[in-house]
């Protein structure tokens, strides 16, 4: 068997980098920009703001002429452009987001304005440049405005968007396939008989997929007879990485690797030191990558966080390590073995880590509950109440697990 790390580092060496790009509409309802990655830096293609503009309702005036009275002949609103420049013992009627005539260098806000017949009085003085935006105060025009690998989110399409860029460069998302296996699976609300199971893997899975950023499309399930299984991975070609649950195991009926095999699998390894999850079968598959996972529910999970995450990451070019950090055990652990072992942990009220719960690799109530993974490597050995442990946090994963 392979060591989880050796097995994680083979796998991702079999991705050279990102997926090629494409150009993505801002405005496009089909294919939303949010969460896509950007698959080269996006630039200004305008000064933001162009010119020079309000901050606030008022008088654009010099601000040499404050204290005064200024005549009041012409006003300027949001979207105009009068170039008329500005004289002395002139004030310009002016509203937010509105660009100052030439000569002005000051704003002075509407709540300071005394009416009086032809114009306007200032009591009071007001700095230079008081209420001004000037030019490019926020951007220029060729300024860098985001870089290759950021996810965009809201307030980046905000700002892309303000720089004039109709399109932005996006990584393409990878398609991902999901197929379960078996005899006994239904699918939720189905009719279903004393021994049937109901089938969340393939759901969870290509759900975990898209929040990843991928493209997943869910196959539902299969029986567990050679026939149908190869049929099934005869659809399920060109994709960059196709994921099955169930029969991944060495049992009379764990026929996954056959079956695929007989449509093109190129098998590189069939088994891995870690607990949930022994049984794990990868290769490459029709021009594309191959990951057959257990049909427990929880170790599937368990390994699509740990390895299918990691996988989309890399396709998009993005970081591919999970969020770890120390923690301190509340009680005391036994000894390891020689597997790696992915404990569901709770976070008491303390802080500390609380790994009691029992680790059936069938209990979903368990992982949903679960506040961190708790990460044992090999032959760890026995750890006091009060020693410090490796987690992966899943709290700072709430979108993708």
Known sequence: MKDFDTALAEILAEIPGPLSGENLSLNSAAEPVIGRVLSSDVHARRTHPPLAMSAMDGY?????DLPGDLRVEREIAAGQHDQRALVAGEAVRIFTGAPLPPGADTIAIQENAIDIPGGVRFEQAETEGRFVRPAGLDFAEGDRLASASAVVSPRLLALIAAGNNPAIPVVKRPRVAVLTTGDEIRAPGEALGPAHIVSSNNLAIAAMARACGAEATDFGSVGDSLPSLEAAAGRLQGFDIVVTTGGASVGKHDLVARAFEAQGLDLAFWKIAMRPGKPLIFGRFSGGLFLGLPGNPVSALILSLLILRPMVAKMLGR???????????????????????????????DGTIDARQRQDSSMLSVLAAADVILDRHAHDPAIKAGAPVQIIDLGQLDTLF
């Open 60 to 64: 654009a005036v010099r601000a040499s």
């Open 319 to 349: 970081p591919t390590d999970l969020p770890r950090r120390s923690a301190t055990i509340a009680h005391d652990l036994p000894a390891n073995d020689l597997r790696r072992d992915f404990i569901r942990a709770r976070r008491l009220p």
